[in-house]
């Protein structure tokens, strides 16, 4: 069974301060998703990861994926209050979509002024 | 095209009362997934489409729970004799096949169903 772990599960933060979120998965996977998801709303895609050292960054996010190791990172550069929401990580079994996607609990993310 | 829709928004039902909820896919999306979220998780897949082949369907939470595609373009999500833990946001989402490893998927804004 894929398991997906992501930590923290909260963080509070200040504006212009840089972190990392951490997401874990137990099994062999060809794809890893990150997603935004703000009160009440649904979720944003930001990043699709596909292969053992892919990077990609979009703004002040940068993901990266360690296939490997079973883990993707999320960076945080010098934070603003907008990227204040909850992400999450999300696996895809190896070979296709009908397992559907195993999320992560979630990272509660609140950057403060 | 303006996204995944789904119907409706908000839904409030009485324990023991069936309730329906729609999901328009991107049009030329042919793949169709279904996930509840329960406050403070993440996402959990129930069910999957391909055109209108319903392919997956064992994660369904039990048999009071049920979905169609009858063409292969909106999809319905039922449960049958709703219980207060049912209450949750259920989420639809459409990607185009291989596109998946490119573009990811793409969910709609949810339904929050109250079972008082």
């Known amino acids: 069974e894929l398991k997906v772990e992501q930590n923290p599960l909260f963080l509070s933060m200040q504006e212009g301060k840089n972190y990392t979120i951490y997401c874990n998965y137990s099994?062999?996977?060809?794809?890893l998703y990150w997603y935004r998801q703000d009160p009440g709303k649904s979720l944003e895609s930001l990043f699709v990861l596909l292969s053992n050292g892919a990077v990609k960054q979009e703004g002040r996010l940068m993901a990266s994926l360690d296939t490997k190791a079973r883990l993707s990172t999320l960076h945080i550069t010098a934070a603003v209050h907008d990227l204040s929401a909850t992400y999450f990580c999300?696996?895809?079994?190896?070979?296709?979509?009908?397992?559907?996607?195993?999320f992560g609990k979630g990272t509660h993310l609140i950057i403060q002024p | 095209d303006t996204g995944v829709s789904q119907n409706p928004r908000h839904k409030i039902t009485k324990r023991g009362q069936n309730v329906t909820f729609r999901c328009d896919p991107i049009s030329e999306h042919n793949r169709l997934y279904w996930y509840r979220q329960t406050l403070g998780q993440g996402p959990e897949f129930l069910t999957y489409?391909?055109?209108?082949?319903?392919?997956?369907k064992s994660r369904l939470l039990s048999d009071r729970f049920s979905a169609e595609r009858p063409k292969g373009s909106f999809s319905t999500l039922e449960i049958q004799r709703t219980e207060q833990g049912d209450s949750a946001m259920y989420l639809c989402?459409?990607?185009?096949?291989?596109?998946?490893?490119?573009?990811?998927?793409?969910f709609g804004s949810g339904t929050r169903l109250t079972v008082v």
């Open positions: 999300a696996v895809g079994a190896t070979g296709g979509g009908a397992d559907g996607l195993t």
């Open positions: 099994t062999t996977s060809d794809r």
């Open positions: 989402a459409s990607s185009l096949g291989t596109g998946e490893m490119v573009y990811g998927y793409t």
């Open positions: 489409f391909q055109n209108e082949a319903q392919l997956e």
